[in-house]
């Protein structure tokens, strides 16, 4: 009798700002966040949202070192606040990688999604993110490239709930590249 084909492992652990929270105007949050259309979208995933308001690439670079993972993969969309701060995006970004990988897991990075204001801002971190991507040999998601319209904006800066499911959506597909089986 043939062994058992061992059971894929499917997990995986957001690190990000508001965007990948599903926060918006301060307090509020999407009534679907990331995290949890991401369970929805793919359920064979045990998905963990490390995912924080406010967070920039920096400060949480500072805490991964000394941080506990369990996830096969690491998704790392942080940027628009290192940009908008002016904050060494690049290094904090590397680091984590860095250090996912040297803990034997895979990192995909979102890029920056679309704002309705800071445009240059915007482009310039995400061209950081997308350099460090190809950089690295990371998975690029390009939440840049996903459209939206100003009416799915749920402020200046932070995506409402159409837009924000086709980042996930997106991430998803991104996903599956990395772990086919878990799709």
């Not at 969309?77 to 701060?85: K, S």
């Not at 200046?156 to 998803?172: C, D, G, K, N, T």
Request: aromatic content about 4%; overall charge positive; glycine content about 8%.
């Amino acid at each position: 009798m043939p062994a058992a084909k061992p059971e894929a492992v499917c997990s995986v652990e957001l690190y990000g700002d508001s965007i990948l929270h599903g926060g918006y105007l301060g307090d509020k949050r999407l009534q679907e966040p990331p995290a949890a259309a991401l369970r929805r979208l793919r359920p064979r995933y045990k998905v963990v949202d490390r995912s924080v308001n406010g967070e920039t690439a920096s400060a949480r670079s500072a805490l991964f070192a000394g941080e506990e993972r369990s996830g096969r993969i690491v998704v790392i969309e942080h940027g628009l606040n290192d940009a908008m701060q002016g904050l060494p995006l690049d290094a904090a970004l590397r680091a984590m990688i860095v250090k996912a990988r040297a803990e034997g897991r895979h990192v995909v990075l979102t890029g920056l999604s679309r704002t309705l204001t800071g445009a240059q801002v915007r482009a310039q971190g995400d061209a950081v993110v997308r350099r460090v991507a190809r950089d690295m040999a990371v998975p690029f998601a390009d939440w840049g490239s996903v459209p939206v319209q100003p009416t799915e904006m749920a402020d200046i800066l932070h995506p409402a709930q159409a837009y924000s499911a086709r980042l996930v959506e997106h991430l998803a597909r991104v996903l599956d590249t990395v772990a086919p089986e878990c799709a």
